[in-house]
Nanobody, 122 residues
Framework: QVQLVESGGGSVQAGGSLRLSCVAS????????MGWFRQSPGKEREGVAQ???????NYGDSVRGRFTVSKDNAKNTLYLQMNNLSPEDTAMYYC????????????????WGQGTQVTVSS
């Protein structure tokens, strides 16, 4: 089993920045894909960013150019640097990790964290 704990959420004004962290513990070897998802009330879960074991990244269209995903393997920590935030970024942000490659619907077999709330005011 893998446990994921997110932190770093909060309230910020539009144009501001936040950095989310996700610490993985437990049996963390062979985690091949990690990513961030978000969901706000009344909306479907949205993929934000993902990073594979080789450091390859992919982003959702709405965040590309503003958000950066990275990881520190030594610390078993995944990060999401969010810049130029807008009210549309308001959501609960979740970390996910899987032993699968970052292809297809890898998140369906992923471990999930409890989420951290991000609120952006105009």
């Amino acid at each position: 089993q893998v446990q994921l704990v997110e932190s770093g959420g909060g309230s910020v004004q539009a144009g501001g920045s936040l950095r989310l962290s996700c610490v993985a513990s437990g049996y963390t070897s062979n985690l091949a894909c990690m990513g961030w998802f978000r969901q706000s009330p009344g909306k479907e879960r949205e993929g934000v960013a993902q990073i594979d074991s080789g450091g390859g990244t992919n982003y959702g269209d709405s965040v590309r150019g503003r958000f950066t995903v990275s990881k520190d393997n030594a610390k078993n920590t995944l990060y999401l640097q969010m810049n130029n935030l807008s009210p549309e970024d308001t959501a609960m942000y979740y970390c996910a990790a899987a032993r699968l490659r970052c292809v297809g619907v890898w998140w369906q077999l992923a471990f999930w964290g409890q989420g951290t709330q991000v609120t952006v005011s105009s």
